[in-house]
């Protein structure tokens, strides 16, 4: 297991140090080169790590996870809008879908404001 590690941050541009020690409860992905904690500078590389990806930490660093507002959204333009709708009217032309054809603009619109709506990022 340890080889596939060190291949895998290899692969990523870091070789390991045989001093370093790997925590995979810091990282991303196996052989994740920011998993890997130096031994003179352990402390302070760990908090950053947490920070960096806002991770919370107990034990030698301990650090609560901050919670971040959502960007704000942004409305979808009336040129976009416009051209979904000219697209989706194109396509049931061409595949027959006689209910898309059957609604009015503004159905359209609010059916691709609400396909490009904001999708909630789930933590994982």
Do not use: W
């Not at 070789?15 to 020690?21: A, E, G, L, M, R």
């Not at 995979?24 to 003179?40: E, K, M, N, R, Y």
């Amino acid at each position: 297991m340890l080889e596939v590690v060190i291949a895998n941050a290899r692969k990523r541009g870091y070789n390991p140090s045989p001093n370093d020690t790997y925590l995979p409860s810091i990282a991303d992905d196996i052989g994740d080169p920011l998993a890997f904690v130096p031994a003179g500078n352990a402390r302070n590389h760990i908090k950053k790590v947490l920070e960096l990806r806002n991770l919370p930490g107990e034990g030698v660093v301990n650090r609560k996870r901050v919670e971040t507002p959502p960007a704000p959204t942004v409305e979808l333009g009336e040129r976009i809008c416009r051209r979904e709708v000219q697209a989706m009217r194109k396509n049931a032309l061409l595949t027959g879908d006689t209910h898309t054809l059957n609604q009015d603009y503004k159905s359209l619109k609010a059916e691709v404001i609400n396909r490009n709506k904001r999708k909630p990022h789930l933590p994982g």
